[in-house]
């Protein structure tokens, strides 16, 4: 870990912060891959929105890993997140959610390392695969920055993306007006403005029980407000935006209707 210290060891400081609300099925692995991490460097800043699960439990069994937790009721997840960032000490900041955990024990390194690499850039994101309870990946989602790709849809694989501090000095802090994809407006706003990097493989694991995965039809509405407010993109691109975002999930539920269909036993008839 020499390389890091001659590199400004302040540099390389990161603050990883994960909101939670009755999570307690999935939090304590969250918890753990973060300190399992060879990175040292780190700290860890959790909010939990007054759950009644257990999940406090958990925290307080955890403390010795915890840099800072509270427990208490917000306004959701991007309140949560600009509380936590006031806390942080970290001149990187990512976030996890309490069923994300990282990919493996060297993800964070890896971060840093292209950090290093690329003169400390304001985002440094990867990979990130969706798992389902049976920790089968079900998809791989991420792509480098494009600021016009962007305009469509969201490309970024958010959790664990290190965001520079500076970042929320000069574009402000996430917006509580959207309850989704606040993490969309954000980005939007830092749109072909700052600089990036990216890591082409899977840095994070999310179960497909996270809050974004199980409200896709608020994403896109969302992301439909967003896009027709924003100046380079407007009301008619946002509505064929949203447009093609719906055909997406209409085809694809079609889809996995006919292979369902086609393991059904007389199905299978059928097709011979």
């Known amino acids: ?26 939090l304590q692995r969250c918890i753990d891959s973060i300190a399992e991490q060879t990175y040292p460097y780190k700290e860890l800043i959790i909010m939990d929105g007054g759950s009644t699960d257990g999940t406090v439990d958990i925290l307080e069994k955890n403390r010795e890993k915890i840099t800072y937790w509270e427990s ?58 969706i798992v389902n309870k049976n920790g089968v990946v079900v998809k791989i989602m991420g792509e480098a920055w494009n600021p016009d790709k962007m305009k469509k849809r969201m490309i970024i694989a958010h959790p664990g993306m290190l965001h520079h501090q500076n970042i929320f000095r000069s574009y402000g802090m996430f917006s509580e007006k959207y309850k989704i994809a606040g993490d969309y407006e954000f980005l939007m706003r830092c749109n072909g403005k700052t600089t990036s990097a990216f890591i082409d493989e899977v840095l994070v694991y999310m179960g497909d029980s996270g809050f974004s995965n199980k409200y896709k039809n608020k994403v896109i509405r969302e992301t439909f407000i967003i896009q027709s407010a924003h100046k380079d993109i407007g009301l008619t691109k946002a509505c064929i935006n949203y447009c093609i975002a719906w055909i997406k999930i209409i085809v694809k539920k079609k889809i996995e209707l006919l292979q369902r269909l086609i393991r059904i036993p007389c199905f299978k008839c059928l097709k011979l």
């Open 72 to 129: 208490m009721h917000d306004r959701g997840i991007y309140h949560a997140w600009n509380k936590a960032i006031m806390l942080a000490h970290g001149n990187y900041i990512c976030f996890l959610g309490a069923d994300d955990f990282w990919a493996d024990n060297t993800s964070i390194e890896k971060l840093v390392k292209t950090a290093i690499k690329n003169k400390f850039p304001d985002f440094i994101s990867g990979k990130v695969a």
């Open 1 to 26: 870990m020499q390389e890091y210290i001659k590199e400004n060891s302040n540099n390389n400081y990161i603050s990883i912060i994960v909101a939670v609300l009755n999570g307690a099925a999935t």
